[in-house]
């Protein structure tokens, strides 16, 4: 329905702005972000498998066909493993070293190997739980309005 006076040919029509993404309307259960992550499953379904390689995402579910493009999670997962694996294992050695005065190259046999092995365990469990954190929330990378 048109209402007003009518348009001039000179006045610009007026610029639709862009929506954000349409709302994931599909209707799963809600799932814990946590229990998802954990298990590496899609955040959505939460049966098909989040990763196609050790830490690679999935373009999509191979459950639910959920899109998994917004999956972009950068540097999140990283700083977050970065602390808190740095504060216990830093922390478990400095603890070792006061009660038990290992000699260096204990340490150096023990916490290189803890460090990578735990790291790139926590790593995968952390970059599940953004993901679907990222899903749940609906957060994406930022845009500046016109
Ligand atoms: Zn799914």
């Not at 298990?39 to 999509?60: D, H, N």
Request: aromatic share 8%.
């Amino acid at each position: 329905m048109t209402t007003g006076r009518p348009r001039k040919a000179t006045q610009k029509k007026p610029v639709r702005k862009s929506r954000p993404a349409k709302k994931d309307r599909a209707i799963y259960p809600a799932l814990s972000v946590f229990s998802t992550g954990l298990k590496g499953r899609c955040p959505r379904c939460g049966e098909g498998r989040l990763f196609r390689s050790y830490m690679k995402p999935v373009k999509s579910c191979a459950n639910c066909g959920l899109d998994l493009s917004f999956a972009e999670e950068g540097d999140g997962p990283a700083v977050f493993a970065i602390l808190i694996l740095g504060f216990a294992i830093a922390g478990t050695a400095l603890m070792m070293e006061y009660r038990f005065h290992p000699p260096i190259w204990v340490h150096i046999i023990v916490w290189i190997p803890v460090t990578i092995i735990l790291g790139t365990w926590f790593l995968k469990i952390l970059k599940g739980i953004m993901i679907a954190i990222q899903h749940k929330t609906g957060a994406g990378e930022g845009k500046l309005q016109d």
